[in-house]
């Protein structure tokens, strides 16, 4: 299976909110109930910030929020912080034990 | 706190093996299923293997089947990937993933350079 798109940058002002899209297809996305957001600083561990669509895990701060539309995901950071400058990934569950990534996005905090 | 820590990485030549290590702390591995998912140089993430709690079933991407194979030792909390016939494209960083449909927590990665 194809990895999930994702638009390779996006940038945003302090305080301003982005939205990073991530479209798959019928067969993941679409049906996925799974589908999971991570944070990545480069040279550390990636860290999950969203998962089953749209749920936060405990500690990730509430500007970061998911949701899913048809086939496409998206993540939405609102009043940016500088410390949000990172590369973005979704993902989805597509069973099998089957992980399918997107390309990942880097937001860059103007 | 759940740690994962990755080692056995290295510059290995095309054609040849690797053994990548995972020790897991925090949590009862056990209990879990594990993955390695890899990014190579300027690249995204890429799932690689799974296995599950009790090692019955395994997964692999197309990428690596028939080359990878991944092991745990839950007496260990030990996960492994052996990895034979390397190629260049498989130069990448190796994380080793908690989780199964949601990767939970994330190693620091070991590299991995393929090259001659």
């Known amino acids: 299976q194809s990895a999930l798109t994702q638009p390779p940058s996006a940038s945003g002002s302090p305080g301003q909110s982005v939205t990073i899209p991530c479209t798959g297809t019928s067969s993941d996305v679409g049906v996925s109930k799974f589908v999971s957001w991570y944070q990545h600083h480069p040279g550390q561990a990636p860290k999950l910030i969203i998962f089953?669509?749209?749920k936060r895990p405990s500690g990730v701060p509430d500007r970061f929020s998911g949701s899913k539309s048809g086939n496409t995901a998206s993540l939405t950071v609102s009043g940016l912080q500088a410390e949000d400058e990172a590369d973005y990934y979704c993902?989805?569950?597509?069973?099998?034990?089957?992980?399918?990534f997107g390309g990942g996005t880097k937001l860059t905090v103007l | 706190e759940v740690q994962l820590v990755e080692s056995g990485g290295g510059l290995v030549k095309p054609g040849g093996s690797l053994r990548l290590s995972c020790a897991a702390s925090g949590f009862t591995f056990s209990d879990y299923t594990i993955n390695w998912v890899r990014q190579a140089p300027g690249k995204g993430l890429e799932w690689v293997s799974s296995?599950?709690?009790?090692?019955?079933?395994?997964y692999y991407a197309d990428s690596v089947k028939g080359r990878f194979t991944i092991s745990r030792d839950n007496t260990k909390n030990s996960l492994y990937l052996q990895m034979n016939s390397l190629r260049a494209e498989d130069t990448a960083v190796y994380y080793c993933?908690?989780?199964?449909?949601?990767?939970?927590?994330w190693g620091q990665g070991t590299l991995v350079t393929v090259s001659s």
């Open positions: 296995i599950s709690s009790n090692s019955n079933y395994i």
């Open positions: 993933v908690r989780g199964a449909s949601t990767c939970w927590n």
């Open positions: 089953e669509v749209s």
């Open positions: 993902c989805s569950y597509t069973g099998s034990n089957n992980l399918i």
